[in-house]
């Protein structure tokens, strides 16, 4: 098992990993820089709440306290089908920062959290 400073460190590189796909990728690229930004501290502080979050999934930290479901659902231009480009970005970056297993691990995760947020965005109940 890896210590607590290790995996934090595991965390942030996942994370920073992961982003440096989204930023670059042609659907939802374009999303995160007009709710993020495109200045480097505006990114740091959205990575900074993602380290917390992952740690708060994964390791149970509590670290994160926020509101993710409000956050998504003031977003403009997302449709049902990007969650499908997010996870998929998301299987390649724990492929290639994490050992299979742990791989696995986030991946359900973001499965799991992925379900929740679609549903809170796109099925209202009684629309
Ligand atoms: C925040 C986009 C899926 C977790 C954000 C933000 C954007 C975004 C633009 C920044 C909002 C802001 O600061 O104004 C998207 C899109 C998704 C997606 C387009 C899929 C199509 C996911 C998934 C997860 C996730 C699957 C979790 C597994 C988070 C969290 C935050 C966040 C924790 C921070 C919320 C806060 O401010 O506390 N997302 N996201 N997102 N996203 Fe996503």
Known sequence: LL??????????RLVDHFYGKVIDDDLLGPIFRRAI?????????????MYRFW????????RY???PMK??????GVEPHFFDRWLALW???TGECCEEELANIYR????????SLKMAMFYQPGQ
Request: hydrophobic letters at 30%; glycine letters at 6%.
């Open 65 to 67: 306290k926020g509101n």
């Open 91 to 93: 299987d390649e970056a």
């Open 108 to 115: 359900q995760k973001a499965r799991n959290i992925a379900n």
């Open 3 to 12: 210590d607590a400073e290790a995996n934090d460190q595991s965390i942030k």
């Open 37 to 49: 930004g495109e200045k480097l501290e505006d990114w740091s502080t959205h990575l900074a709440t």
């Open 55 to 62: 740690s708060s999934v994964m390791q149970c930290s509590g």
């Open 71 to 76: 956050a998504h659902k003031d977003l403009s």
